[in-house]
């Protein structure tokens, strides 16, 4: 399926949908039903479709969530919640949960990060378990429940488009947990970088004009697409294709009237921001 969205996008078949609004990418996110499809394919297209690098974030992250959380629901955004404010924490301390009298689960307390915070519907949220310090299980809150209020930052300034916020919860149900295991926590850094790197690589394909250019880009997509599928890449194998990145990215620049996107110089991070962890990570397991 891979190989012939690639084809397709080679012809043209599929070009950038216009969503000056993050309302409108979660229109095209939906009508396409990517959250239906396997992850790799939803990131690839969601970044074919993207016209600005916010949209890249939001359908890596997404395809990202669906892999280590494969039972969130496919319809609406999901947003895995595990930063809080750690300077702050007697007013906004961290989440933890509760039983209830008739065997249920609640969640109380502030996540400070919440991304896609306008459009989201699922929250997979890290909280404190009974008797916990620290947060040691995750949980499933829907979005719009009782106790849950979500806010947004004024002016992020950076994907300023792409909705971010906070999570307060008050008494609001919730899952049972589920453990959550700090190797999972790492996957999914991992996961997003990859599945990030993907889309990017879409986007900057689709935004290529030059047919023997935008031709350049398909190895490195099929080698992204590879590390989305398979976790046990070794580290040397993705600091390789991070670096083929990076120059696709430079390329990029230096041919494409960069002006289309007033945002570039804020969000151009997004396609550099994971290089120097994947690199340190390619360096430590060479000492090993």
């Not at 950038?16 to 297209?45: C, K």
């Not at 806010?151 to 994907?159: I, N, Q, V, W, Y």
């Not at 609001?172 to 790197?197: G, N």
């Amino acid at each position: 399926m891979i190989e012939a969205m690639l084809e397709h996008a080679l012809a043209g078949r599929i070009r950038p949908a216009s969503a000056p609004f993050e309302s409108a990418f979660d229109g095209h996110w939906h009508t396409e039903r990517l959250g239906h499809h396997e992850p790799v394919v939803s990131a690839l297209r969601g970044g074919l479709l993207s016209d600005r690098l916010a949209w890249v974030f939001a359908a890596g992250y997404q395809a990202a969530i669906r892999v280590i959380f494969p039972d969130v629901h496919p319809e609406g955004w999901a947003a895995y919640s595990a930063a809080e404010d750690a300077e702050n924490l007697a007013d906004r301390p961290g989440t933890r949960i509760t039983p209830t009298a008739d065997g249920g689960w609640t969640i109380s307390g502030h996540k400070s990060w919440i991304g896609g915070s306008r459009r989201v519907n699922h929250l997979i949220v890290t909280a404190r378990g009974i008797g916990s310090e620290a947060p040691d299980v995750t949980v499933r809150v829907d979005a719009r429940a009782p106790g849950v209020l979500i806010s947004h930052r004024d002016a992020p300034g950076f994907l300023s488009e792409f909705s971010q916020g906070f999570a307060n919860f008050d008494a609001a149900p919730c899952s049972a947990p589920s453990p959550w295991p700090f190797d999972e926590v790492r996957r999914f850094s991992r996961l997003e970088a990859r599945f990030v790197m993907l889309s990017g690589a879409a986007f900057l394909m689709g935004h290529t004009e030059d047919p023997d250019a935008k031709q350049d880009f398909i190895p490195l997509i099929l080698a992204l697409a590879e590390t989305c599928r398979n976790d046990a890449i070794e580290p040397r194998t993705m600091a390789a294709i991070d670096k083929v990145f990076q120059k696709s990215v430079a390329r990029f620049e230096a041919n494409t009237d960069l002006a289309h996107w007033p945002t570039w110089d804020a969000d151009r991070r997004l396609l550099t921001m994971y290089s120097a962890r994947i690199q340190r990570r390619a360096a430590r397991a060479a000492e090993v």
